[in-house]
């Protein structure tokens, strides 16, 4: 899978946390693939359907160890959203890498071909 774009995300300790999403930007695509790789202190992952009725039924935590490489692709982000949640006691700290591949740059809506920058 090609990248062109990575995001960095950093968790200082269990204080710092991700809400609940999907990945749905436009300029990712209508399928889009991310891949994100984990360094530093293990963090749970939370997946969670996005249709209401279930949710919780459903509802998956995955702990991402150090150097875990997690990757989304095909329907995921259409049918579940994600969030690293808050830690209560956690002191170390996290690193994310996140590769994505964008189609425009962020912020293009799809429409047209993307700007030249």
Do not use: C
């Amino acid at each position: 899978m090609p990248f062109n774009h990575i995001l960095l995300n950093r968790y200082r300790s269990g204080r710092d946390a991700m809400g609940v999403h999907a990945d749905n930007e436009p300029e990712l695509g209508p399928w889009p693939t991310i891949a994100a790789i984990s360094f530093g202190a293990i963090r749970p992952f939370l997946i969670e359907p996005k249709e209401k009725r279930g949710r919780k039924k459903h509802r998956k935590r995955i702990p991402l160890q150090h150097g875990s490489l997690l990757v989304m692709g095909g329907r995921m982000q259409h049918t579940w959203r994600h969030a690293v949640p808050r830690v209560n006691g956690l002191v170390d700290e996290r690193i994310n890498l996140t590769f994505r591949l964008l189609h425009g740059p962020p912020g293009w809506r799809g429409e047209g071909p993307p700007p030249r920058s």
